[in-house]
């Protein structure tokens, strides 16, 4: 059965760093593409970052320069690197799963982790 | 960047059909998904590929995308189906959500 859980948000005052994880069991990351979506209270879903099966990656243009994905194949985890935080970076962030066979769309979420940014 | 527009809000009545549309360029040359989320909780994937049901999905959804615009239907809404309700289609490089929708049942 496929799980994603997401650890590491918090509150966390402008222009600091925060990592999330993401522990994938019941299938492979390195087979699947890998994203970050985020929903800011009371707003809708915006997708953030994905990592793609051979490791590249790409972002939203509202995180570039600030957000790194990446993953640890070891642990069958993906991560998220947020660096010089805004107030409007404070979300849920979900760690979501597409299929390699059809990435078109996301077939698994996390339960999120709430990351706040505030002073 | 591609744009995609919902209507922000559809109230039904119980037993009856809502329909929910999703507008964007040549959408209609795309597939779109379709993800419920209720207050609370993850987003669930209820259609894909247009008009695909994941399994454990009840019949009652259904889908279509021609030309601008998608819909979502859900035929003999329950209390149940009191969601959010997003589309997103992938463009290339990204996932592209819709602005949402909050159906209400009345």
């Known amino acids: 059965e496929v799980h994603l859980v997401e650890t590491g948000g918090g509150l966390i005052q402008p222009g600091g760093a925060l990592r999330l994880a993401c522990a994938a069991s019941?299938?492979?990351?390195?087979?699947?593409?890998m994203s970050w979506v985020r929903q800011a209270p009371g707003k809708g879903l915006e997708w953030v970052s994905l990592?793609?099966?051979?490791?590249?990656?790409n972002y939203a243009d509202s995180v570039k320069g600030r957000f790194t994905i990446s993953r640890d194949n070891s642990k069958n985890t993906i991560y998220l690197q947020m660096n010089n935080l805004r107030a409007e970076d404070t979300a849920v962030y979900y760690c979501?799963?597409?299929?390699?066979?059809?990435?078109?769309?996301?077939?698994?979420w996390g339960q999120g982790t709430l990351v706040t940014v505030s002073s | 960047s591609y744009e995609l527009t919902q209507t922000p809000s559809v109230s039904v009545s119980p037993g009856q059909t809502a329909s929910i549309t999703c507008s964007g360029d040549?959408?209609?040359?795309?597939?779109i998904s379709w993800y419920q989320q209720k207050s609370g909780q993850s987003p669930v994937l209820v259609i894909y590929q247009d008009k695909r049901r994941p399994s454990g999905i009840p019949e009652r959804f259904s889908g279509s995308n021609s030309g601008s615009t998608a819909t979502l239907t859900v035929s003999g809404t329950q209390a149940m189906d009191e969601a959010d309700y997003y589309c997103q289609a992938w463009d290339s490089i990204a996932y592209v959500f819709g602005t949402g929708t909050k159906v209400t049942v009345l």
């Open positions: 979501a799963r597409s299929s390699l066979s059809d990435y078109g769309y996301i077939d698994y």
């Open positions: 990592i793609y099966n051979g490791g590249k990656t």
């Open positions: 019941g299938f492979t990351v390195t087979n699947n593409y």
């Open positions: 040549k959408l209609g040359e795309k597939y």
